[in-house]
């Protein structure tokens, strides 16, 4: 038949998926269950203001998901993304900015500035990232606290295992050492940019999914929304997904759901029962994000600061990346067992910074299954199923980094090109 492709799932990976394969000519049809698009970086509708089921945040070494949302963006809007060289502030205990300097001297600049390091700790940063950068293998097997146990235990609280639960949502005596490794490498060995900070100026939908689904329909593709896939029919030679409202054909299948629901919709497929088998044995890490709306003249110094002794990470201030005077949002990543009272206790941490003032409102949100745990070893499949017309897409396949943006975009484009390859 002729090359017809249903994407199932709207999260990032599906629309890039999507988006990739209408523009080369395919006629696509992208199945979203929910009525948002973007998975589990969406926006959600709180206080009657757009804000996102969690905060997220950039990295400049996220070429794919960066070049998708600039080249959607149309030119009279302005730039979706506010670019920051890194800084991670903890007020008052520890401050590390990155010059300018071309990659990696900048990270050598910034140890050695350090504020809230002796001199034998920035030497002793300084000599491990440098061996880390140069290391021509990954420690396969070894978790992160493993891997920073030379580290003094200063270095390991202040800056690597935060680094660490911010970037794989994984605490370091479980997470891998090996993509938190390839995490520094891609941040610190590439060019200078690529350790920038980026805050989105817009909510989660609007940054790319939303452009990406108007493109599709724009070029003929069809989206819909509030549409889950209840299972598919893989016999013969095309594929049948089946919803509440009746049964649809299709050449080809990318599945971009998450990998908690692959079982479901594999389970009539023989061809996926060991990447079925895989992912069924994953781990999963909540995030948790707090909006808290203070007087609408309260800001922060900074966009962004670290936050000491848990259980929030950072807390980012919406009025300054999106105009939302006074709102102020605390992230909690590796969150499996928070508190009942973790957002009056992420609170108690900003006020040993400053004095935000009373509350007029907290809303608090928890993606419970919000990532993979990125542990060692773990079975990542690749996005080629070893059926002829499934393909897989999605930040759990095999990649260089955890689950991110990045990791989702760029699993979206490689299944859609590796199906292109095959027509």
Request: glycine fraction near 8%; charged fraction near 20%; include cysteine.
């Amino acid at each position: 038949m002729k090359p017809q492709v249903a994407v199932v799932g709207g999260g990032w990976a599906g629309c890039a998926a999507a988006l990739t394969l209408v523009e080369a000519g395919i006629s696509v049809t992208l199945y979203e269950a929910s009525r948002t698009l973007g998975g589990r970086a969406r926006a959600v509708e709180l206080k009657n203001m757009t804000l996102d089921n969690g905060q997220h945040i950039l990295l400049g070494a996220y070429e794919q998901t960066l070049q998708l949302i600039q080249r959607l963006r149309p030119p009279t809007e302005r730039d979706g993304l506010w670019r920051l060289p890194l800084t991670l502030d903890q007020p008052p205990e520890f401050r590390l900015a990155c010059p300018r300097l071309p990659a990696p001297l900048h990270l050598l600049a910034g140890l050695l500035g350090a504020r809230g390091l002796s001199w034998r700790e920035k030497l002793a940063a300084a000599r491990w990232a440098h061996a880390v950068l140069h290391e021509a293998h990954s420690p396969d097997l070894l978790t992160v606290s493993q891997f920073t146990r030379s580290q003094p235990e200063r270095l390991r609280r202040l800056l690597w295992h935060p680094l660490c639960v911010s970037a794989l949502n994984t605490s370091p005596e479980t997470a891998s050492a090996r993509v938190f490794a390839d995490v520094i490498r891609a941040a610190f060995g590439g060019r200078v940019h690529h350790s920038d900070l980026l805050l989105p100026r817009h909510d989660l939908t609007t940054l790319f999914p939303a452009p990406a689904a108007a493109r599709l329909r724009e070029l003929g593709g069809d989206v819909q929304l509030s549409s889950r896939v209840t299972s598919l029919d893989a016999a013969g030679d095309a594929v049948t997904l089946e919803t509440r409202t009746g049964k649809a054909r299709y050449s080809h299948v990318i599945l971009a759901v998450a990998p908690q629901h692959v079982d479901g919709l594999a389970a009539t497929v023989p061809e996926l029962a060991s990447t079925a088998r895989d992912v069924a044995g994953y781990g999963y890490q909540p995030i948790a994000t707090g909006y808290v709306q203070y007087d609408p003249d309260f800001q922060l110094g900074r966009p962004l600061l670290a936050l000491s002794e848990g259980p929030a990470q950072f807390v980012f201030d919406r009025g300054q990346s999106h105009g939302q005077s006074g709102l102020l949002a605390y992230v909690a990543s590796a969150a499996s067992d928070l508190r009942a009272d973790w957002l009056d206790r992420a609170e108690g941490q900003l006020r040993r910074i400053v004095e935000p003032g009373s509350s007029r409102w907290r809303e608090s949100i928890i993606e419970k299954k919000a990532t993979f745990a990125c542990v060692p070893d773990m079975a990542r499949p690749v996005v080629r199923t070893a059926h002829p017309r499934l393909f897989l897409a999605g930040d759990y396949t095999a990649g260089p980094y955890p689950a991110t943006l990045e990791s989702a975009t760029r699993s979206g484009v490689q299944s859609a090109g590796t199906l292109l390859e095959q027509l």
